[in-house]
């Protein structure tokens, strides 16, 4: 099993807030020999919908020495797990939990693009009242 992030607990309580419901922690897929772990899974009901809306969640806390570094690791994770996932488990969507202080990168260009060439979906939360403050796109 991988370690956690450190803000992993506090993302996962922000999505219960939420009204989301855990179903896997760690979230486990395999493609070939390779095993992978999705920081947790979750389930929203809708009923206006009467559908699930189903989410895989990679938490990143960007504690790191270099923002650059992290978020070049933090996107190659999430590629990856997006495209085995995408294979696995059609109807579930990746999402990369973000604290709210590192998601100031989506109001720079750097961020803009990579939100414009779907390259990721994000959900901000605040780490320490452990809430949601922004989904993304």
Do not use: C
Request: cysteine-free; overall charge negative.
């Amino acid at each position: 099993m991988p370690a956690r992030d450190t803000y992993h607990d506090a993302a996962r309580n922000a999505l219960v807030r939420d009204a989301w419901s855990i179903t896997h922690d760690p979230f486990q897929m395999a493609w070939g020999e390779k095993d992978m772990y999705v920081d947790f899974a979750a389930v929203q009901m809708l009923v206006a919908q009467r559908s699930n809306r189903r989410i895989a969640v990679e938490v990143k806390s960007f504690l790191g020495k270099s923002f650059m570094t992290d978020l070049e690791r933090a996107l190659g994770q999430f590629v990856l797990y997006r495209a085995v996932l995408a294979r696995r488990e059609p109807d579930w969507e990746l999402l990369l939990a973000i604290p709210f202080d590192v998601a100031v990168i989506f109001k720079e260009p750097l961020g803009q693009l990579l939100v414009e060439s779907n390259l990721v979906r994000a959900i901000v939360f605040d780490p320490v009242q452990e809430v949601i403050t922004r989904w993304i796109p």
